[in-house]
């Protein structure tokens, strides 16, 4: 997938070195996206590639499948007749499957370094800034075109203004003071990656002012998640132990 959710992507993979290769360098995945206004007006012809449905379980050989304006407009087992002008691809020995999608994973993280912004990840910038180029890129190429964030820290916004990157759903996440997970962090480090704090009205927030207490409503709350492009969120509070 792309910065826009209305484009088209799809997943060729062509496992031509299974034997010579471990699983991961054998399966070749090429990444074909029609990108913004311009582009998604383009036509493209693919010829003589076998459909694997996730509907059925089957497979389709020998198909060949039409896009127009960022859409499959024609499947057929029959030659497709196109314009001189539309781009042809040849898919003989490969296979077209949709795009994955994984409903859990944090772009922020980076792995043995814990979020950005927390004090691993900030000493050593360069890794950090290696890992977030290259983490778009390693998703699509094992073909994952759609992801779910439920925990997107402060890095999603370099995530999806990457040229190349699956969809990215965000799930922000709203916790309280002293709950998790927020309470795993420094608090200077917290009120960055956990900025949807719920604050209820409570002998121990009598000293708060009125307005703050708006602020943190959780009504307040989910409406600057919804301002700030959040699709979900998520309530995460400690249990109270009396």
């Given at each position: 997938m792309t910065q826009s959710r209305q484009s088209l992507s799809y997943v060729i993979n062509c496992p031509t070195a299974w034997s010579v290769c471990s699983m991961c360098q054998?399966?070749?995945i090429l990444i074909i996206l029609v990108v913004g206004s311009a582009t998604a007006e383009e036509s493209l012809l693919v010829e003589n590639i076998t459909i694997l449905s996730s509907n059925n379980g089957a497979f389709h050989p020998i198909r060949n499948i039409l896009v127009r304006n960022g859409r499959i407009e024609?499947?057929?087992?029959e030659r497709i007749i196109v314009e001189n002008n539309v781009q042809t691809i040849s898919g003989q020995g490969k296979?077209?499957?949709p795009g994955i999608m994984d409903s859990h994973i944090h772009v922020s993280i980076i792995p043995g370094l814990g979020f950005a912004?927390?004090?691993k990840a900030a000493t050593y910038p360069e890794i950090a800034d290696a890992y977030f180029a290259q983490q778009p890129?390693?998703?699509l190429y094992y073909g994952?075109?759609?992801?779910?964030d439920p925990n997107p820290g402060t890095a999603w916004g370099e995530f999806e203004s990457t040229p190349r990157h699956p969809?990215?759903?965000r799930c922000e996440v709203i916790t309280a003071p002293g709950s998790f997970p927020a309470v795993e962090l420094a608090p200077n480090v917290a009120e960055k990656i956990y900025p949807y704090v719920v604050i209820e009205p409570s002998p121990e927030t009598e000293s708060s002012s009125e307005i703050a207490l708006l602020k943190h409503s959780p009504e307040a709350v989910v409406e600057r998640i919804a301002e700030r492009g959040g699709q979900v969120?998520?309530?995460l509070f400690r249990k109270r132990l009396r």
């Open positions: 054998s399966l070749c024609k499947i057929s087992a296979f077209m499957t912004g927390d004090v890129r390693s998703l994952v075109t759609q992801i779910l969809d990215y759903f969120h998520q309530t």
